[in-house]
């Protein structure tokens, strides 16, 4: 089975920087995803990390770390539009197992 | 790249009311299809996949059943809703086992049962 756990909800501020964490327990591993949902929306991909280190895609990167069973997603330069919530998902066993996401709200 | 097309976007079913969802998928073949729900304020949970026409594995017992009648297309479906079946249903893709970048999702269907 697969066990994922976040941090409900943070607080930043525009241009700020913000680590999201995710912990995941799992018998089966074949990649880490973090995505972005909106309210009311699907969620978005935003990266992708299958050995451990860490992956820059422009504001956001991605680290990851297998025999911890740890990543985090840091977002840079923070944008009212990234107030969201961010999914941490692990693909193993033909499937992808989401955590409940932690709700960031970006303010002025 | 894929394209998953899903509907509706909104349904407000009464309780003992059958539902059918329905979800296709463009720009792949033989891709790995999923549907998930996500209750409010809650995470994405996995009810159904499909690895092939035909086949499907169910993830959580409960009175909602699945289909995949052709390759592309996977249908999720209740004889009778329940309160508790309210939701945000998702229908995801991804080309296949072991592909290394994410799924694609629907724009999802709001369920709200009275």
């Known amino acids: 089975g697969q066990n994922i756990d976040q941090p409900t909800e943070m607080t930043a501020t525009e241009g700020a920087i913000v680590q999201i964490n995710c912990t995941y327990q799992?018998?089966?591993?074949?990649?880490l995803f973090w995505y972005q949902q909106h309210a009311g929306e699907a969620p978005t991909f935003l990266s992708y990390?299958?050995?451990?280190g860490l992956e820059e895609k422009g504001r956001f990167s991605s680290f990851l770390s297998r025999s911890k069973g740890y990543s985090y997603l840091l977002l840079k330069e923070l944008q009212m539009k990234d107030s969201a919530s961010y999914l941490c998902?692990?693909?193993?066993?033909?499937?992808?197992?989401f955590g409940k996401g932690n709700q960031v709200v970006v303010i002025p | 790249s894929q394209t998953i097309h899903q509907w509706p976007a909104t349904l407000v079913q009464p309780v003992g009311s059958p539902l059918s969802l329905e979800c296709t998928v463009e720009?792949?073949?033989?891709?790995?299809l999923y549907w998930y729900r996500q209750a409010a304020g809650r995470g994405l949970q996995l009810l159904f996949y499909?690895?092939?026409?035909?086949?499907i594995s169910s993830e959580v017992p409960q009175n909602l059943s699945a289909s995949r009648p052709q390759d592309r297309q996977f249908i999720l479906s209740s004889k009778k809703l329940l309160l508790s079946d309210s939701g945000f249903y998702l229908c995801?893709?991804?080309?296949?086992?072991?592909?290394?970048?994410?799924?694609?999702f629907g724009s999802g269907t709001r369920l709200t049962v009275v």
């Open positions: 499909s690895v092939g026409i035909g086949q």
């Open positions: 990390n299958v050995l451990d």
């Open positions: 720009g792949t073949s033989n891709p790995n």
């Open positions: 998902a692990v693909f193993g066993n033909n499937r992808l197992a």
């Open positions: 799992t018998s089966g591993f074949n990649g």
């Open positions: 995801a893709s991804s080309p296949g086992a072991g592909e290394n970048y994410g799924y694609t």
